[in-house]
């Protein structure tokens, strides 16, 4: 912050004069933290408390909360033994549940562990218990230092289909949906929402969000990500991390971790680096990396993100010269795993990008996926991320290897002591060495906080995307839905929310002036939901809408269209090939992620559509098998976009309104 602070040297002269008082107005402010303890002893000195971490029956300076974040590391770390400071640089699952009880004693928390991911979504209070459950566990450890809790996204639909239940957070569309809205304010709004969502029930850290581009339609990853325009993906970027970490990380803050360095976008054929098939990120383009893929984490860094998260890949030297420096005389890039790669590590994401945060790798990175490493030795392979600047590995169940890595000269212990100084500042900085418990009524009460819900409603009538209007179909206004009969019908390709008899029921609940009927033949238009959806995991990238992104019933859908004036939605977490379903579609909706009750307030009018394609639409499969797989779609050929009859080419920001 202070380097961008200290442009010239008049601005360094007011700042001298300014920093004096900030910095005393600071100490005035200085007021008592609030301390809790469950198992070990509470210190009270000259009226004020202090948690005696360690139970000598003294206060050590890590104990106190008076003193500076980096003198109270520094003390403990040199209490710390080099298998306690090796555990800090292990994340891994949350302890097993049953009946809502942690199953103790827990091997991660035995062997140091204190960074776990959490994936349960049960209510906000639920969570909020079994977070408590575990900080008492590591508070009962020899020097008490407590746990850190991640999570992936959670007030999305995707992936989450109980995220619209009571005592949920808030719920808001997907990521795609957030870039449609084109809205910097909301996204922050959304950040700080969650953050206090987040914080009540216990939730410290956050993997996410993705500063990736949409560059290859057929990744399945695209779903995750603010779409495919630099720009726009680092405004959003921003703000989200703004709104998560505020300006200053504190006891209010959720840390985000921000990912997949240098930009998961850049695939060949949408295969992706969970698989061997995809282990390389490959750049076909002069010069995509830093024009496309590069400005998102550079926002990040502006953001002051805590954390940065390099993908599996490694950079492939089929590719086209990207303004690097070269790793070698005959190669342009090192081909080995990001979190490997201490050129992107350490040469440019440190000393050119000047990251000062930390580096956290992919789970089981260097363990599954350490891709051009594989025939190196466990030690070996720590020992080259540790050396290269990663700082800490997610899903590493034994830390053996770290150690015999240390204790065999591979990595030097000061690497170890950088990467434990980092997690350890960011325990304090959040505030959880003072009070790392949470009131679980109260983490309820804000999950349902009907305020928090109508700004992410906001959100999701922003997100929605008019593309065609025939004969201005949309929208149904009072005059003419007496006369309408609706067939509501949903195509889902996978177990999602909600479903037919859902949408229909929620219709009927948010407008009771629609009639909804059961058979097609009794209906003057129809209301059609299409969504596609391609499995990661399936290893079978495809965008076609059809078999192989679950919906089987194409010609059905084309039926329907046929038969009556057809408003069809599709909801876009790819790019999806939209060929056989658009051209007999009366009004045409992009949806992300969006509530049934944002959608249907468009067709009826209550808001004009706002919402802009964050992605470009394929014209068709040879479209996408030229396009580059490093590009967005608005800079591929004229011919890439997809073009329907009324002359609409949808994309990039393309969206219509009444």
Known sequence: MYRRFFRNTFTCL???????????????????????????????????????????????????????????????????????????????????????????????????????????????????????????EAEKSRLGIPAIVISNPRNHPLGFPVI????????????????????????????????????????HKLYGYSADLVTDPLWARNQETFGEHPDLVSGMVYNVIKGLQGDVLDNTSVSVTTKHFPGGGARAEGRDPHFEEGQYNIYPTPGSLLKYHIPPFKAA?????????????????????????????????????FALNESFINGYLRDELNFLGYVNSDTSAVIDRAWGAQDLSLEER???????????????????????????????????????????????????????????????????????????????????????????LLPLQDDTISDIKLYVEVFSGADVSPDTEQVKQRIRDHDE??????????????????????????NKPSIEIGPDTGVEQVDQIVEIQKAVPTITAIDFSNPWLINKIEPNAQSLIATFGTKTEAIIEMIRGEFNPVGKLPITIPASQEAVNNEAGDVPGYDEAPTYPYQDKAGNRYQYNFGLTY
């Open 301 to 337: 860094i502006e953001a002051e993100t805590t954390s940065i998260m390099p993908y599996y890949a490694y950079p492939s030297n089929e590719s086209a010269e990207q303004g690097l420096p070269p790793f070698s005389e005959n190669e342009q890039f090192e081909e080995v795993a």
């Open 164 to 203: 619209e239940e009571t005592g949920q957070f808030s719920h808001w569309p997907d990521t795609l949906g957030l870039a449609a809205g084109r809205d910097s304010r909301l996204i922050r709004r959304f950040g700080e929402i969650a953050r206090k969502e987040w914080r009540a029930a216990g939730i």
């Open 382 to 472: 720590f020992a080259k991320a540790l050396n290269a600047g990663t700082n800490i590995f997610s899903g590493v169940p034994n830390p053996e290897p770290i150690l015999n890595a240390v204790n065999q000269g591979l990595v030097e212990e000061e690497k170890i002591n950088r990467s434990a100084r980092y997690a350890l500042t960011e325990m304090m900085n959040l505030g959880l060495f003072d009070n790392p418990y949470v009131n679980p009524d109260q983490a309820l009460t804000i999950a349902n906080d009907p305020k928090s819900q109508e700004v992410a409603d906001d959100a999701h009538r922003r997100s929605v995307v008019l593309l065609r209007n025939d004969n201005n």
């Open 513 to 538: 002036q629609i009639t909804i009927v059961d058979n097609i033949e009794d209906a003057t238009h129809a209301f059609v939901w299409v969504k596609p959806w391609q499995d990661l995991f399936a």
């Open 14 to 136: 007011v700042a001298f004069v300014l920093l004096v008082p900030i910095h005393i107005l600071e100490v005035q402010a200085q007021k008592e933290v609030e301390v809790e303890t469950r198992t070990k002893n509470i210190l009270t000195i000259d009226g004020k408390r202090y948690r005696d971490l360690n139970d000598n029956g003294k206060l050590d300076p890590y104990e106190n909360w008076e003193l500076p974040t980096e003198e109270r590391v520094s003390d403990l770390l040199s209490q710390m033994t080099i298998e306690e400071k090796v555990g800090l640089l292990t994340i891994n699952e949350f302890p097993e549940i049953k009946d809502n009880k942690l199953v103790f004693p827990n091997k991660f928390l035995n062997q140091n562990t204190r960074y776990f991911i959490y994936r349960e979504m049960p209510t906000a209070n639920i969570v909020a218990d079994h977070m408590n459950q575990l900080q008492i």
